[in-house]
């Protein structure tokens, strides 16, 4: 994968009211709650993205919502997540092709895990929205 692929990850539209965002995705004005680039535990600390040289924005956005919902997609690029540090950008293909994720397993304290979602969101926002309903 490129440096300069992008990643794009969806937006849940529970984060999104009115076209305005709500109090639960932004955590000032203007800015998408680091939640949404934060992994679960459930996802054993991997955030799923689509790899954009196999999707495009809107391809993921119309592949994702086949099954789930979602807002929009906000995109980083591979090189951007490798300047953040201890992250690993991997494309799995699992469970399709073109499923990647953003690894954050190296990192051990929760409170690194979110200072580093933060930086990928704000390296987002700064891009603005690469696909939206």
Do not use: C
């Amino acid at each position: 994968m490129k440096g300069e692929t992008l990643l794009h990850r969806q937006i849940h539209p529970s984060w999104v009211q009115n076209d305005s965002i709500s109090s639960q995705a932004f955590l000032s004005e203007n800015n998408i709650a680091s939640l949404s680039f934060t992994p679960s535990e459930k996802d054993e600390n991997k955030l799923s993205v689509y790899n954009g040289e196999k999707f495009t924005a809107e391809q993921s956005f119309i592949h994702y919502t086949s099954n789930f919902i979602s807002q929009g997609v906000l995109s980083v690029s591979n090189d951007e997540v490798n300047t953040i540090g201890d992250l690993k950008v991997v494309e799995d293909n699992n469970p399709f092709n073109g499923h990647t994720t953003i690894d954050y397993s190296l990192i051990i304290s929760a409170t690194q895990v979110k200072k580093k979602a933060k930086k990928i969101k704000n390296i987002a926002v700064a891009r603005g929205w690469t696909h939206k309903k």
